[in-house]
Every structure is written in C-alpha cells, then in structure tokens.
C-alpha cells in the first residue's frame, strides 16, 4: 500500500476560521497567490468561493464550480513539456471524461480567461474510447470503473488527470479532488505526473493535503 505524505501547515493558519485548519488556509494562500502574481479576476472570485466554504456555509456555494476553479488554475500550477504544444500559441485543451458535472462552468471559464497567454477549449468524451489528446483530462466519477482502460489509453499522452472518486491517486491519478470538512481539497499523486513528465509546482505541492510518493517507497516495504 503506497505511503501517503502530509505537507507542513500554512503559517498562516491562526488567521482563519478553525474550521478550516491548516489545510484551509493553505487553499487561500493559493487563491492570494494566483491572484496577486496573474492578476486573474477569476482567481479573485475564487477567493470569494473559499470564504463561503470556510465559513461552512454548504448552501452558498456549488461543489463543481469550486472543482472547475481549481482546474483553471492547476494550468497555472503545472508545467507541460515544450512538445505538448505545436505552436507557441496553442490552446490548453481541457477533456471531460464522462457525464459532465459542471454544466456550463467550464465553457464560461474558457470563454473569459486564458492560462499563460494560451487559449483554453473544452472538450467532452462519452465513453473512453472516444479520448483524444488533452492537457487535461477529469474523470467523472462513473467513469472510474474504466481506469484501467483509460490508463492504458493515454499512457503516452503528457496528460493531467483528475477525478474525485476514491483511490483515484492511489490507482494512478495525479490529482485526486476529495472533501475535507465540507471543503473541496486535493491530493497529489507526484509519482504519476512525473511518469508524464509533467512538473507540479513546490506551491501546489504544498497546498494539497497529501503528496504520493508509490515508486520511492516501494524499497521501504
């Protein structure tokens, strides 16, 4: 069984609502700092999302429009090889694998921001057969019984993929989406990214609730 890593806290911690903890200022301190090194509206409004969570407030705010906020800015946070890209200014291609959860969020997000100077283009899969190549690739949850399948499909792509059912990390996903006191957090399957060649940021390691590391600890088994 793959040993799970836990990140330090923020030390900002005592600054927020006990009920987020350290993982929940941790959140925030990647909202700030998206927004103040992009100068991203989008990641502004997001911290407007993460204060409606952090005050447990479940009604106020919409589980996949928090999902879809991160997602943009895991393009930020994330590091694809020169390759992944024909042209200098080739679109970021986000995939939805599945029933979409996120109705229109991701359109409108695509519509209204772009990610290091790059367009953004949705594009949505039924059935894992049909996959194409994308930057980004999240897994519905229904999907999940077809890992192996998908896994084997794109093993060759440079490819982030996220979902949010269980043991998505553990099975091979790089960004797992899971709920932590009614907040949306994320755990890091680095292992699985660098298999893709692809290079998280020390920031968004340190924001995720967990980093795991499956290859480095198989000698210590």
């Known amino acids: 069984m793959a040993i799970l890593t836990w990140i330090h806290s923020c030390p900002i911690?005592?600054?927020?609502?006990?009920i987020a903890g350290n993982r929940g200022s941790q959140a925030v301190c990647f909202v700030l700092f998206a927004a103040v090194t992009l100068f991203s509206p989008l990641a502004?409004?997001?911290g407007s999302v993460f204060a409606q969570q952090e005050s447990n407030s479940s009604s106020t705010y919409k589980e996949y429009d928090v999902k879809a906020a991160y997602l943009y800015n895991f393009l930020l946070f994330v590091e694809w090889p020169s390759q992944s890209?024909?042209?200098?200014?080739?679109?970021?291609?986000?995939?939805v694998l599945g029933k979409d959860p996120f109705n229109q969020k991701l359109d409108d997000i695509a519509e209204r921001k772009t990610a290091r100077k790059r367009k953004i283009i949705i594009k949505r899969f039924k059935k894992w057969e049909d996959?194409?190549?994308?930057?980004?690739?999240?897994?519905?949850?229904?999907?999940?019984k077809n890992w192996e399948k998908?896994?084997?499909?794109i093993k060759d792509w440079k490819v982030l993929t996220v979902g949010?059912?269980?043991n998505f990390a553990i099975l091979g996903g790089i960004v797992q989406f899971i709920r932590v006191e009614d907040t949306v957090r994320f755990v890091i399957n680095?292992?699985?990214a660098l298999l893709?060649?692809?290079e998280i940021s020390a920031k968004m390691l340190e924001l995720a609730v967990r980093v795991i590391h499956q290859e480095s600890q198989e000698g210590k088994k």
């Open 13 to 18: 911690r005592n600054l927020l609502p006990p």
């Open 150 to 153: 998908i896994s084997d499909k």
């Open 131 to 144: 996959l194409e190549p994308c930057h980004l690739l999240f897994v519905c949850q229904e999907e999940g």
């Open 196 to 198: 893709k060649d692809l």
């Open 85 to 95: 890209f024909e042209k200098p200014e080739s679109p970021f291609v986000i995939g």
């Open 44 to 46: 502004i409004v997001w």
């Open 164 to 166: 949010d059912y269980d």
């Open 190 to 192: 680095e292992d699985a």
